[in-house]
T-cell receptor, first 113, second 113 residues
Framework: DQQVKQNSPSLSVQEGRISILNCDYT??????FLWYKKYPAEGPTFLIS?????DKNEDGRFTVFLNKSAKHLSLHIVPSQPGDSAVYFC????????????FGQGTILTVHP | GAGVSQSPSNKVTEKGKDVELRCDPI?????LYWYRQSLGQGLEFLIY????????KSGLPSDRFSAERTGGSVSTLTIQRTQQEDSAVYLC???????????FGPGTRLTVL
């Protein structure tokens, strides 16, 4: 039972354009969502998060949008840069007293110069 | 400061052998997590340690898997009688406290022949 899904295994965009990565979840108990970025041979690094009490959080070029009614979140990267090329994972926290994260399968983003 | 470190970075073993994977969390982080990422899959939660509390082992896939955390710092994940389906990247993460952002190590790539 995949509670967090990233249905696009890959995404290719041109440098300077917007990258939109999508994530869907099924568990209504999730109340905190995170995006991690992973380069080959490295562990994931935290990128941005959003609480379920918000619908948008912005940090520089990165913005995460949350649509609770649709159980959908998205990560926007504007403008995209070649260094953004990596695997992006969305993750959800179930509101327990600790961060037991449930991850999606990841989306490979490639930004072409 | 030093991040999360894991050793070995790569481990090749024969089916049926036992393996030990090590994680050194960030100094002062009380929470420690183990995840694994199988080929083409997202990160799968395995086990969680928080301070001196009993660990949450709910993600361990079988009784061949066990983990301990000595002195509230270093953790060892042990897989007994390894099987080919155990082949994956095993990732360790730590956080200052349970709900806080998790910082991941580079992972150990385990290959069971």
């Amino acid at each position: 039972d995949q509670q967090v899904k990233q249905n696009s295994p890959s995404l290719s965009v041109q440098e300077g354009r917007i990258s939109i990565l999508n994530c869907d979840y099924t568990n209504s108990m999730f109340d905190y969502f995170l995006w991690y970025k992973k380069y080959p041979a490295e562990g994931p690094t935290f990128l941005i998060s959003i609480s379920s009490i918000k619908d948008k959080n912005e940090d520089g070029r990165f913005t995460v949008f949350l649509n609770k009614s649709a159980k959908h979140l998205s990560l926007h990267i504007v403008p995209s840069q070649p260094g953004d090329s990596a695997v992006y994972f969305c993750a959800a926290d179930g509101g327990t007293s600790y961060g037991k994260l449930t991850f999606g399968q990841g989306t490979i983003l490639t930004v072409h110069p | 400061g030093a991040g999360v470190s894991q050793s070995p970075s790569n481990k090749v073993t024969e089916k049926g052998k036992d393996v030990e994977l090590r994680c050194d969390p960030i100094s002062g982080h009380t929470a420690l997590y183990w995840y694994r990422q199988s080929l083409g899959q997202g990160l799968e939660f395995l086990i969680y340690f928080q301070g001196n509390s009993a660990p949450d082992k709910s993600g361990l896939p079988s009784d061949r898997f066990s983990a301990e955390r000595t002195g509230g710092s270093v953790s060892t994940l042990t897989i007994q009688r390894t099987q080919q389906e155990d082949s994956a990247v095993y990732l360790c993460a730590s956080s200052l406290n349970g709900p806080d952002t998790q910082y991941f190590g580079p992972g150990t790539r385990l290959t069971v022949l």
